[in-house]
């Protein structure tokens, strides 16, 4: 991780756009954990943007619910949700208030705190797959429900916050289809990545689940 990064935190400002704008202005950023083992800090490398009530493909596409309330703001929050009875992921919300957006982190490099995640992602083979993959992401920064809600731009001593870090330069940003995402909502080019980056979780198509019989 560049060790003259910008260190300067996040705005509310820099949520409060469409999830389109941000998504893309996330790559490079610095998310950080703190923990009460001590800080971890991850790059992010690799994030897909979901638009809501516009969006098949978004958890907030039919509405408010107890489990998506968080996506419908303030911008700035995270939104944790967990699947498939096992996983947590993490998304950060943006606005404007009162529209469900929300942007899934899905990769990143972690520098700070790396040995903390080799503890709890200790089937990775190398540091590059602590974080890849957002379910890997949750799990090597330690996130679970109990950050669900939480401001990211609320101030110091939270549990989470972002740093301006080191965007990478346009030429260097990729688009295309979401991972997994099946139905109407598959056609998005909304999964944005850092070219080249080793840290950059695979393309997977959406794969209907079987039915047990």
């Known amino acids: 991780m560049d060790e003259g990064m910008d260190r300067t935190p996040l ?87 009162g529209k469900a957006s929300g942007v899934l982190l899905r990769a990143g490099e972690i520098g700070i705190g790396a040995e903390m995640a080799r503890k709890r992602r200790f089937s990775a083979r190398h540091d590059r797959e602590l974080a890849k993959g957002p379910a890997r992401l949750a ?11 939480v401001d990211v731009v609320a101030g ?4 989470l916050s972002v740093l301006h870090g080191s965007p990478p330069s346009p030429d260097q940003v990729r688009s295309g289809p979401r991972t997994g995402v099946g139905g109407d909502g598959s056609h998005q080019p909304w999964r944005f990545w850092i070219d080249g980056d080793p840290t ?10 079987r039915r047990a019989t």
């Open 156 to 159: 110091a001593q939270r549990p």
């Open 11 to 97: 705005t509310r400002e820099f949520f409060d756009r469409p999830v389109v704008e941000v998504a893309p202005d996330l790559l490079g950023r610095v998310l950080v954990r703190s923990t009460d083992e001590g800080p971890m800090e991850l790059r992010l490398t690799e994030v897909e943007a979901y638009a809501g009530d516009i969006d098949p493909g978004s958890h907030a596409f039919r509405g408010r619910t107890a489990r998506n309330s968080v996506m419908f703001g303030p911008p700035g929050h995270s939104y944790v949700y967990f699947t498939y009875g096992m996983w947590h992921c993490l998304n950060l919300v943006c606005g404007p208030e």
């Open 200 to 209: 950059v979780s695979p393309y997977r198509a959406h794969a209907p689940r």
């Open 139 to 149: 799990t090597a920064l330690d996130v679970d429900r109990a950050l669900n809600g």
